[in-house]
């Protein structure tokens, strides 16, 4: 999740840097068209990948949680019935859903 956040602060930082050329009024004409191109362009470049792989990530981590919680359980059940074994240490575990 952090790579794609900083892939949309990247896209972001990019079109205020071209905004910032456009509007300072002592850069030439020419600096001025390659900026609003620049600016443009990236606007205007293809927002899917990115969400896609937001969401892709979203739900991966929506599948990781609950299994981390019950490996947790586990091994707090496992610790605490170290010194003396029990059947209920070996019941089968149910991920929440």
Request: glycine share 2%; hydrophobic share 40%; proline share 7%.
């Given at each position: 999740?952090?790579?794609?956040?900083?892939?949309?602060?990247?896209?972001?930082?990019?079109?205020?840097?071209?905004?910032?050329?456009?509007?300072?009024?002592?850069?030439?004409?020419?600096?001025?068209?390659?900026?609003?191109?620049?600016?443009?362009?990236?606007?205007?470049?293809?927002?899917?990948?990115l969400?896609?792989?937001?969401?892709?990530?979203?739900?991966?981590l929506?599948?990781?949680?609950?299994?981390?919680?019950?490996?947790?359980?586990?091994?707090?059940?496992?610790?605490?019935?170290?010194k003396s074994?029990?059947k209920?240490?070996?019941?089968?575990?149910?991920?929440?859903a």
């Amino acid at each position: 999740m952090d790579e794609i956040t900083a892939l949309e602060e990247s896209k972001a930082n990019k079109i205020a840097a071209a905004q910032a050329i456009i509007d300072d009024p002592k850069t030439s004409a020419m600096k001025r068209g390659v900026a609003v191109q620049e600016r443009d362009s990236t606007k205007a470049e293809d927002p899917l990948p990115l969400r896609k792989a937001k969401i892709t990530q979203g739900a991966a981590l929506k599948k990781v949680i609950p299994l981390s919680l019950s490996a947790l359980n586990f091994l707090s059940r496992l610790k605490k019935h170290a010194k003396s074994p029990s059947k209920k240490l070996l019941r089968p575990l149910r991920p929440s859903a």
